[in-house]
Structures are given as C-alpha cells and as structure tokens.
C-alpha cells in the first residue's frame, strides 16, 4: 500500500518567503562567517506539522539512532521519494540563490567544478554518479542528546552549502541545543561558532570547505557542524541537503 501524502505540509507561500529573503546580506555572511541566517523563513504551524511528521515511518527510507555509530545522541529519518511539497520547494527554491555563492568559493578555492543553475540538473550530475538516494532529513533530539561535530558529504558530488531549519523554539520546547560550527584553518586553532537560532530560523552554512582570504592569499578552511546538548525537552530541526547520497 502506498503512503498518504496528501496531509503532508504544502509549499504554500514559501517559495515567496525565499524570495523575499535579502540574499545579498546571505550572501556577504557567508562569506565572511561560512553562515547566514534567514529569520522567519517557517510559520510556526509548519515548523510544528513538519516536526509531528517523524512519527510517520511511511514518509521515510532510513532511520539513524546516533549512538549506535558514535554520532552523539538522538536520532534522524532521511525522507524518502517523493519528498514532502515543502521541503521539495524549500530545495529548488533556495539551490539557485546559493549557486552565485557554490561557485565563487570553487573558483576562489581552485576547484575546477562549477554547479549548474537548477537544482535539477545537478542531481542529474548526482544520479549519474550512482547517488539516487534523496538526503533532506529530519532530527529529532530530547533530554541530554547531541550530535558530534561532522561534514555531511554522502559521496562524490557534494554541493558546498547546505540549510537547516529549527522547527521548535528555545526556551519554551527546549534549552539548550545551539546550533556550532567550528572552522579548523591553517596552522591556526580552531575558531568555534555558536549560530542563534529561533523557530523557523533557516542557517545557511558550509558543508565542508570555505575560502578565506588570508595575508599570503587565499586559503582553504575544513568546517564541522554540530548541536550542543539539550538540557531539557525536545527540539526537531528539518535539514536541507541539496547532493543525494550514493
């Protein structure tokens, strides 16, 4: 029997939302920070009807509990094929605001591939290379959970920035939990990150590398990304993934 879809979240007014967000400032922080936040970029009612989707095993093809593989603590679901309206929009709405940025850094970094206008053909790009499987995930962390400092890559193609929104709201769904990056650069400590988030806030950030313009020209930073422990309650986030996974 196939999976009911049809009271799943719609796209309804968020491709508008992307629009209108000021892309020029994301931009400019990204560039500066390796992240940007887009305040706002959720309702509330859809950060909460996407949150209560991880009940539905139905919309998912895996599910990862982290401390099984010494990822940290809690779980996530990858949603499987045909994903859910809003996070298909939120994917092909906001890929293309990012390509100027995917491209500037590979050009900056001496990579030679660039990444096509439409988020359609670069998971063409994907499929051929044997990554079918669709990576858009959602999270799921409660009392004492946490997850570890990683890069999420999932194969040869890799598209440099990804999304995560925040589906709960601190303070009253949960304490703790902040969004934090670190940036391990050249012959230099690492610098740590703390990114401020409010539910439906969208963080922007890099996947792996980012240029930086240092006294001796331009150089190349590894960055991690992670969640700090939840001290109480439960929080959901909604993570958009823009390669497919092999």
Known sequence: MSARRDDVPTASGVDERVAAADWARVSQDLDAQGCAVIEGLLARTECNDLAALYARDELFRSRVVMERHGFGRGEYKYFAHPLPALIASLRTSIYPRLVPVANRWSAAMGLEVQYPEEHARFVERCHA????????????????????????????????????????????????????????????????????????????????HRPVQGTRGMYRVNVRHGVSRVRSGHRHTVGIIFHDAA
């Open 129 to 208: 290379a044997g990554q079918v499987q669709p990576t858009p995930l959602l999270l799921q962390y409660g009392e004492g959970d946490y997850n570890c400092l990683h890069q999420d890559l999932y194969g040869e193609h890799v598209f440099p920035l990804q999304v995560a929104v925040l589906l709960s709201e601190p303070e009253r769904d949960f304490a703790g939990g902040e969004l934090v990056m670190t940036e391990q650069r050249p012959r230099m400590q690492s610098r740590p990150m703390v990114v401020p988030l409010r539910q439906g806030d969208a963080a922007v950030f890099a996947v792996r």
